[in-house]
């Protein structure tokens, strides 16, 4: 019982940690907003290869993009270090001709493009 408990301490602990790590970093860069509708969805999967303790091995990456607003978004489906990476239970079907309103920052000096926001609006 008593190493239940502990894991439920770190995981929570590990959840407030990554609130505040999202508050810091929109503190830290502007955040922009648009909305409008999807434009040219694609999804591209590819196989990619890493060296995990020198052992050659393969992973499949998948990847989705598209256009909101004249903004490009792309990112990959379920990878680690994604701010927004539409996956799992809350995964959103995003449809060419849909309308989003989306909120991301640029990372570094217009960097990557991080999404921190997605909902779906009703036109």
Do not use: C
Request: proline share 4%.
């Amino acid at each position: 019982m008593k190493f239940l408990g502990i894991i439920g301490v770190i995981l929570l602990a590990l959840s407030i940690l990554a609130y505040y790590e999202l508050r810091v970093q929109t503190q830290r860069f502007t955040v922009h907003t648009v909305e409008g509708p999807v434009i040219g969805r694609w999804e591209k999967t590819d196989r990619v290869r890493n060296h995990p303790d020198g052992v050659s091995q393969y992973r499949t990456r998948k990847s989705e993009g598209f256009q909101v607003g004249g903004v490009p978004f792309v990112y990959e489906l379920g990878g680690a270090g994604n701010w927004f990476d539409n996956y799992g239970p809350y995964a959103i079907e995003i449809r060419d001709g849909m309308t989003l309103r989306i909120s991301y920052f640029y990372e570094g000096e217009r960097g990557p493009i991080r999404i921190t926001r997605v909902e779906r609006l009703n036109r």
